[in-house]
């Protein structure tokens, strides 16, 4: 999982933001899973970035699509 700056994110086009948010949220619902069964997190920062990177793609989809709204 890479770190998207959210200038990379407004480039990528709307399919690719769509699976990487799929995926994105598959893998943390799979650290989640990790974490309620007693088991260790590979990296304890992992799900903190996880859900940061979630939260910055939700929104930014939510500006694209407001400005789509407003313009169109």
Do not use: H
Not at 8 to 18: D, G, K, L, V, Y
Not at 25 to 53: C, D, F, I, W, Y
């Amino acid at each position: 999982m890479s770190l998207k700056k959210p200038s990379e994110i407004r480039e990528m086009q709307p399919e690719e933001r769509e699976s990487r948010l799929r995926e994105l949220r598959s893998e943390l619902m799979n650290e989640r899973g990790v974490a309620s069964m007693g088991g260790q997190p590979t990296s304890p920062g992992r799900m903190r970035a996880l859900k940061k990177q979630i939260a910055r793609l939700t929104t930014i989809m939510r500006e694209i699509e407001l400005e789509a709204e407003y313009n169109g």
